[in-house]
């Protein structure tokens, strides 16, 4: 399938459709390695559940990152990259964006789920202590993990189609290693 690319990317957009590439990739991963390590009829400890809300977690902000301003103003555009998401699809995202908006990347009141309670000590002085009780259960369901997953898989495709047409018509843009300016990262 050969599709025309709609307008030559500016180099800042041109980065972010890039990175956007590797942030679905990480999105899928963690999503993958909760699908495998995940088992919804089983019981787990706390730890375990953990772990996976880590992996969910995880999946949740590398989808989001290439949606929200950079500090640039930059954020990808499914359109702009000829990816045309179905209402259902655009559904899907803005529900998984409103998680990393409320509950994942930000800890919003509204949005908090855990129980306090005090448990008492000791005899006739005795003292009292709070305990400290979490959701630690998952945000996504598997329906909404299935349908997420073929988001990310779309997303995917769409945008190495969209790099692959772009290099089709200016390769030398491909050219390039791109390095930190903060020197946060100098050990890739």
Sequence with gaps: MTRKIPAEPSEEQFHRIVFSIWDFQQALSALTFLEEECDLTQKYSRVELRRFKCYETQSIISFARPFVASRSGIQLSAKRVGVNLTSEERR?????????NKIVAHSDTEEMHYKVQTLEFGGPNSIKAPVFIFDEGLLLNEKQRRDFESLLRKLIHGLHEFAFQLCKSNPDRFEFYKVPISGLNQDV
């Design 92 to 100: 899907h995202s803005n529900e998984i964006l409103l998680l990393r």
